[in-house]
């Protein structure tokens, strides 16, 4: 008897399909308007409007503005970080890596994602790249990124065992913002020449773009005491 008491609370307590239906369509709502209007920009009510909801709703399913912008980049982070981390290792499986394999295991999965996945995905590498600039949301990239940069940190690391790892972080970052901004200002390397439509068809070039400039820093700079630091 005790336990059909306890299914019957679970079912009663279980979403239903239609609610998860609408905070789906919130989230996407809000993915939108953020990155297209900033954190600040972008109201509680617009996106409510955006969502076709009532304000209130918007509370009920994601919290505060603040919690509901956190939500956003944490839902995506998990399946970014999985692919990543799975194309390192399958590269790792067939050999030692070079620099251009640990480059281009971070930011083909993203380039794919940004071109199979729907103008959501292309919508999250710009609330990336404002958790990014803004130390405010330091907190957020911690949890949701960090884990995943220093492996990839440690595995560019290894290469350069004389190398300050600060000078490899450094040339990490530098390497991400020039992914975000291929995805996010392709329009603007149309309008200076290059016709190509697609973000992946800038992969082999922006790998060896990302490779020469870190391959530059970590041999020109000699080993300090602030090594691994």
């Excluded at 909801?53 to 503005?65: S, Y």
């Excluded at 499986?93 to 729907?118: N, R, W």
């Excluded at 390497?175 to 309008?191: D, E, G, K, Y």
């Excluded at 020449?193 to 973000?199: E, S, W």
């Amino acid at each position: 008897m005790k336990t059909d008491f306890t299914e019957e609370k679970q079912r009663q307590r279980a979403p239903s399909k239609r609610s998860l239906e609408t905070k789906a369509r919130i989230l996407d709502a809000a993915e939108r308007l953020f990155a297209e209007r900033g954190f600040e920009g972008a109201s509680v009510r617009d996106i409510a409007k955006e969502a076709g909801v009532q304000v209130g709703l918007v509370t009920h399913h994601a919290g505060p503005k603040e919690d509901l912008f956190a939500r956003i980049v944490t839902r995506r982070a998990d399946e970014l970080a999985a692919g990543r981390l799975s194309a390192l290792a399958s590269r790792h499986e067939h050999g030692k890596l070079a620099l251009p394999d640990i480059l281009e295991s971070f930011f083909e999965p993203y380039l794919y994602k940004a071109e199979t996945g729907g103008p959501q995905w292309l919508a999250y590498a710009r609330l990336v790249a404002i958790v990014s600039a803004d130390p405010h949301w330091r907190p957020l990239a911690e949890r949701c990124f960090d884990p995943t940069a220093n492996r990839f940190i440690d595995a560019i690391c290894a290469l350069y065992p004389d190398t300050p790892r600060q000078v490899i972080a450094a040339g990490f970052v530098y390497s991400v913002s020039a992914m975000l901004a291929l995805v996010t200002s392709r329009w603007r390397v149309n309008a200076l020449g290059d016709p190509r439509p697609d973000a992946a068809s800038h992969l082999d070039e922006l790998v060896a773009f990302c490779a020469a400039g870190i391959e530059a820093c970590a041999t020109s700079t000699p080993a300090t005491s602030s090594k691994g630091s």
